[in-house]
């Protein structure tokens, strides 16, 4: 079966860290993955999105992997922050589709 | 400039009755979407709007959701003789055409069918 698994347990992490976490999919063939933040409350925002033929992408303390051998994403945020404190979604889209497919994301917690 | 706009924010609902979910999207976006998410889960895709097409509605959960676009422009989500299982937050998205893979989300209608 088709499926997207994003660590349900919260990463919990200190001030200053990387925070690293982990999208794993299985059955697909996907074209983009996509990384969003969503706070309590709010509809999600994106903040990346990395091609199949793409290994790495970065953007400010932002960085992507996308490893197709493997069907795994890593989602990378170096120097953290409290106010990165959220829960990140990756999703993926089939080639020639508009569908975003959403795992069910990861909280993450940064200690001050 | 705006952003995506749902409303209500929130609907408290009995069971059975129906209800309506409205969305702006963001002026100029061709497409529209309609994801559920229930507590503790992803997003779960339901209906696609792209310009005057078709819509995609290959998501919807039974035939009791609908969903209309007028105009290009602000759609409507329609749920029929509620189910407490429908209970989740409904949230909308738009984006600048079917090839802009970056999706611009609302808030979100929070749904409580009682």
């Known amino acids: 079966s088709q499926k997207i698994e994003q660590n349900s347990e919260a990463l919990n992490i200190q001030e200053g860290k990387t925070a690293t976490l982990t999208c794993n999919y299985t059955n697909y063939s996907p074209a983009y993955l996509q990384w969003y933040r969503q706070d309590p409350g709010r509809g999600p925002v994106f903040l990346l999105l990395i091609r199949e033929n793409e290994k790495e992408k970065r953007k400010e303390r932002l960085k992507v992997t996308f490893d197709t051998t493997l069907k795994q994403s890593l989602f990378h945020i170096t120097a953290s922050q409290p106010a990165d404190s959220a829960t990140y979604l990756c999703?993926?889209?089939?080639?020639?589709?508009?569908?975003?497919?959403f795992g069910s994301g990861t909280r993450l917690l940064v200690r001050p | 400039g705006a952003g995506v706009s749902q409303s209500p924010s929130n609907k408290v609902t009995e069971k059975g009755k129906d209800v309506e979910l409205r969305c702006d999207p963001i002026s100029g976006h061709t497409a529209l979407y309609w994801y559920r998410q229930s507590l503790g889960q992803g997003l779960e895709f339901l209906i696609y709007f792209q310009g005057n097409s078709a819509p995609d509605k290959s998501g919807l959960p039974s035939d009791r959701f609908s969903a209309e676009r007028t105009g290009g422009s602000v759609s409507t989500l329609t749920i029929q003789r509620t189910q407490q299982e429908d209970s989740a937050v409904y949230l909308c998205?738009?984006?600048?055409?079917?090839?802009?893979?970056?999706?611009?989300f609302g808030p979100g209608t929070r749904l409580t069918v009682t």
């Open positions: 999703a993926l889209v089939m080639d020639s589709s508009y569908k975003l497919i």
């Open positions: 998205a738009s984006s600048f055409g079917s090839n802009s893979y970056e999706q611009y």
